[in-house]
Structures are given as structure tokens and as C-alpha cells.
């Protein structure tokens, strides 16, 4: 009797039910994809950071739209929140953690306001029908297995120079091992992003070891160039996890953590400059496996760049200090 006095609130219910069971159904897409994709195949590609946001975010927003046409404004609430959601179980649920949830959402809004805007105008065409959605949601893991099996992540390089008022005699043992570093005072270090503390070597020359000590564990580097004072190149054996994440838990269950970024050999050289000076260039290579790449270099040529300029900026005071 209330529904047909007051014609509002049943459309408002109604329209919370919609909302509730396109939000639900998004849930669902990105969960079994989550499931197939990190679990199953153990991967993080295009096929999990864009297609499984695109069709979560479409489909929730045909389904918002299936039985009575809403508002374009809140079409796109309901595509972004159909993507919110699920990130935020994932941070209570310990599958993930802050950080990395944080650096996913930009990238996902964008693909979630489009998608949003697909499901929007599909709904609007009558010749749309929801078994296409169910198709394409049928092929998304096959195309998963596709791409696991076909795409190699590259070899990135990021490059890092300083200048330094002392000598490459004076540089040199520095680079081969330092002290303690002080306690980084940097937001996102402090926040649980791996960052250096300390280097040792066992032996010297070709074949020797040198170890880099970091908050999240140590780098075993095998020595693969000895040329003291103007380079030294290693390989990369074991590398730590990037960074303990913020979470409500210890441990954090998130396969990324120990898979990915993984740095495969770096290098530093000296090179003798006019009036006692030295320009230290760094370079690390390293491999990611999270598409789309361009945007996830992003990130991690950052955390790079900043290991670097932490690194040098110690061995520049360090070598420095020694020839006042």
C-alpha cells in the first residue's frame, strides 16, 4: 500500500536493488578472474588489469541499467564502486595490502568510468543482449592461459647518476661496501617500501659475493666484473620482496609480493672527472611481470630511482668526508 501511495520509494528501492545486485555481480567477475588469473596461473597481466576491470565495470552497469534506465552520473558510481569494493574485501580479507591497492586504484577508476560508460549505452540498445556479456566472461581465463603462456615480461633498465668531490680511489670502496645507512626519512620507505641499509662483500674480484642488505631481506650478487676504481657489475641470485605492506595482518597473502619486481644484475661506474672529481653512474635491470607495463614501470623505476639516490647520496658524504 506504502509503494502505491508514495510511488518514490518504490523506485528508490528499486533502484537500491539494481544498484546492490550490478555491484554484486561486478564483485563476482573480478573475484573468479582474481581466482584463475593470481591464483591459478600465477599471473598479473593485461587480461587481469584492464579486461577484468572493463567487463566487471560494463557489466555492472548493464545490469544497473537492464530494467529501468537510471542516471548517467550514478551509472559511474556504480561502475567505480563495482571495482572499490572488491579491493577493499581484498585489504580486510589480508589478500592485499595498502600500498598496493593504492597504486592500482588511479589506473582502475579509468578503466571502470569507461567500462561504466560501455555497460551505460549497451543497456540503451536494444539489440544488446546479456549473453554476449556471458560469453565474454566465459573467455576471459582462456585468454588468461593464452597470455601466461605467450608473453615474457622485458628487461628494464633504469640509469642513476651523481657527481661526487673525490677521486674514484676514494669512491670506489664505497661502492664495494658500506656502513650502516641511517633510518630513510622518505614517506614511502617508512611506509614499507624495501629500502638499502647496508653492503658487505666476501672475497674480491671475479667470482666474488657481494651482498645488499635491505629492510625486506639481502641481494646475493655474484660478481661478474671487478675493475676496480671504475666498475663493478654483478648478477642478481636472490632478490627480497619489494616491500612489506600495510595491512591489519602480519602477513599479507598476496603472490605479487614475492614474485614481482625481480632485479636481474646492476652496475656502477666511475668515471674520472677534472679537478679530483667523480660522476657514479648506477644502472639496475630488472623484470616486471604486472601489465600494462607502462604503467607499472612507472612505479617501479620510481622505487628504483629513490634506492639509488639513497645509495649515493651515502657513498658521496662517505667518500667525501675521507679526502677533507
Known amino acids: 500500500m506504502d509503494s502505491i501511495i508514495n510511488p518514490t520509494n518504490n523506485k528508490q528501492a528499486n533502484n537500491n536493488r539494481d544498484a546492490a545486485v550490478a555491484i554484486f555481480t561486478g564483485n563476482l567477475i573480478i573475484f573468479a578472474m582474481l ?25 555492472s552497469a548493464f545490469c544497473y541499467n537492464y530494467y529501468q534506465r537510471k542516471s548517467y552520473g550514478s551509472t559511474m558510481w556504480i561502475g567505480v564502486l563495482s571495482l572499490i569494493t572488491p579491493a577493499l574485501l581484498m585489504l580486510f580479507a589480508g589478500l592485499e595490502g595498502v600500498i598496493c591497492i593504492l597504486m592500482a586504484l588511479p589506473f582502475a577508476i579509468v578503466i571502470g568510468l569507461f567500462g561504466a560508460l560501455l555497460g551505460y549505452l549497451a543497456a540503451e540498445r536494444i539489440g544488446v543482449k546479456s549473453q554476449y556479456f556471458a560469453i565474454a566472461i566465459f573467455f576471459l581465463p582462456l585468454v588468461a592461459g593464452i597470455e601466461t603462456a605467450t608473453v615474457s615480461a622485458p628487461l628494464n633498465e633504469v640509469i642513476t647518476a651523481i657527481e661526487i668531490n673525490a677521486p674514484p680511489e676514494a669512491v670506489w670502496p664505497h661502492v664495494i661496501g658500506y656502513s650502516s645507512l641511517p633510518e630513510p626519512s622518505e614517506a614511502f620507505f617508512r611506509a614499507g617500501i624495501g629500502y638499502p641499509q647496508k653492503v658487505w662483500m666476501e672475497g674480491a674480484g671475479d667470482g666474488s659475493t657481494r651482498y645488499c642488505g635491505f629492510s625486506t631481506g639481502t641481494y646475493v650478487e655474484p660478481i661478474t666484473c671487478w675493475a676496480p676504481p671504475y666498475r663493478l657489475t654483478f648478477d642478481v641470485t636472490n632478490t627480497p620482496p619489494a616491500m612489506k605492506e600495510l595491512s591489519f595482518y602480519d602477513h599479507v597473502n598476496a603472490p605479487h609480493l614475492e614474485q614481482t619486481p625481480r632485479n636481474r644484475k646492476g652496475e656502477f661506474r666511475l668515471v674520472r672527472l677534472p679537478g679530483n ?33 639513497r645509495v649515493f647520496h651515502h657513498i658521496k658524504q662517505a667518500a667525501e668526508a675521507e679526502v677533507k
Open 277 to 309: 672529481r667523480t660522476r657514479l653512474e648506477g644502472s639496475t635491470w630488472y623484470e616486471i611481470e604486472m601489465y600494462p607495463q607502462f604503467y607499472w614501470r612507472w612505479w617501479a623505476d620510481s622505487v628504483v630511482h629513490a634506492v639509488h639516490e
Open 35 to 59: 581466482s584463475v588469473g593470481v591464483y591459478l596461473l600465477s599471473t598479473y597481466g593485461v587480461v587481469l588489469f584492464i579486461f577484468t576491470p572493463l567487463l566487471a565495470s560494463t557489466v
